[in-house]
């Protein structure tokens, strides 16, 4: 005779928006993908799972401890959410926090891996009057960030920067290659922006001359000792790693600790000019390879797999690119399908932001970055690959159904997620 327990707790509850569900034949996989959180287990306790969830809480006694410690452990990850709170949150439209805003196209680098191909002959920049008009419709935002090519160049820039500083409430960003910063207006900069974000993509003299010119690593030393000198201390410097710098790395991590700056390192992609580059700026891996094969344990690396979580990008952020086009972020910026308006044709920002998500070049954009369109869609750890769409980009750059990464990367994650 079965004994059955009710466990009240789960007539309230269902799976979260955020939430996904994986099945081979032997085990399930449960995660979140905005938290990045996940784990694994046997179909036989699913089943009794889902048929608690769906019973209203009706479970065999037998399988209770069992239940009940899966059902703890979800409802922390937030993978099993209170059904009445998760219906209110599916009808909010989450608040827009970051705007990445490029001010012109043009710029007087021409560095090796732009996406962009900026350089200081192309003229492509929004008018001033559009661009204020925008920032005080985006004076709330949390985070704005003011980029271009090289926002210096704008020949308004003076004014549109004392305008920021006046108008906005949230943190304001200035992303410069800061080889237009100096004495004269140095003070503009440190009066209108909370904090300074350098490129760099080099520990050494010698390395950022090939990649973003002559010159240019020791003026962007002397105008962070500029800003430093003036009492300014809120300055990050960036590196993109690809094959022609990926020696510096750690030395550049100590540059910055050096110069009591923040180190940010991002991944390079084959757009613009980074891809007429390609040849000698994409990573060899093999590196990495051997690195897995050889030195880390299955069972460690299981433990610190994340999920590849969903990115803020077109929820929490938008970029606005230098022509006033609309779109998820900078790396969607290269494909027209994922634009998502313009700010000329937008009378009423604020309403447009609300709506963001029914615009085509959003849920194109959701449609290739959530559900992980092609080949993608049928990998059986997809969920775990690549995170953002500049891997998306590398990956499948050229139009390769796949690369020699992915056939190595999907062997990888197959052994460490469904493997025993």
């Known amino acids: ?67 009940s410690e899966l059902g703890k452990i979800l409802k922390d990850m937030n993978v099993l959410v209170e059904k009445e709170k ?28 732009c996406g962009y191909s900026a350089n200081a002959t ?3 920049e929004l008018d001033k009057d559009v661009i204020l008009s925008t920032i005080l419709q985006l004076k709330n935002v949390e985070n704005i960030g003011i980029t271009g090519g090289e926002p210096l160049v704008h020949k308004d820039f003076h004014e549109i920067a004392e305008f920021i500083g006046k108008n906005v409430i949230g943190r304001k960003t200035l992303m410069t290659n800061a080889t237009l910063i100096n004495e004269d207006n ?46 300014y201390h809120n300055i990050s410097l960036s590196f993109v790693e690809a094959e022609i710098n990926k020696n510096e790395v750690r030395q550049f991590q100590k540059l910055c600790e050096d ?72 790396v969607a910026g290269v494909d027209k399908k994922m634009k998502m308006g313009n700010i000329k044709d937008i009378s009423d920002l604020n309403s447009y932001i609300s709506k963001r998500y029914e615009q085509v070049g959003f849920k194109n954009y959701a449609r290739l970055s959530y559900d992980k369109v092609g080949n993608c869609n049928e990998c059986e750890v997809r969920d775990f690959c690549w ?15 796949q690369s020699e990464n992915c056939t190595f990367r999907k062997k990888m994650l197959m052994d460490i997620v469904w493997g025993d």
């Open 86 to 113: 998760e219906v209110e949150k599916e009808k909010e439209v989450e608040k827009l926090k970051t705007v990445i805003f490029a001010i012109t196209n043009r710029c007087n680098l021409e560095c090796l891996h």
């Open 387 to 401: 995170r953002c769409l500049q891997e998306y980009y590398e990956i499948f750059a050229d139009g390769n159904v």
């Open 1 to 67: 005779m079965d004994v059955f327990v009710i466990t009240s707790m789960y007539k309230y509850m269902k799976y979260s928006r955020d939430a996904i569900i994986r099945r081979n034949d032997k085990y399930t996989i449960l995660g979140n993908v905005k938290n990045g959180k996940w784990i694994r287990i046997n179909n036989t306790l699913h089943n009794t799972f889902e048929e608690l969830l769906e019973h209203g809480g009706m479970v065999g006694v037998y399988n209770y401890s069992k239940t």
């Open 186 to 231: 140095a003070e503009l900069i440190i009066n209108n922006f909370d904090n300074v974000a350098i490129s760099l993509d080099a520990a050494s003299e010698k390395v950022c001359d090939e990649i973003r010119g002559r010159g240019v690593f020791k003026k962007v030393i002397s105008v962070i000792k500029l800003l430093k000198s003036k009492n």
């Open 122 to 124: 192309e003229y492509n």
């Open 259 to 330: 110069l009591e700056v923040e180190a940010v390192l991002r991944r390079f992609f084959t757009v613009g000019r980074g891809s007429e580059n390609k040849n000698r700026l994409i990573l060899d891996n093999k590196n990495e390879k051997r690195l897995f094969n050889e030195t880390i344990p299955k069972s460690e690396y299981r433990k610190h797999l994340t999920l590849a979580t969903r990115c803020s990008a077109a929820i929490t952020s938008l970029y606005i690119q230098f022509n006033g086009d609309i779109y998820p972020c900078p």
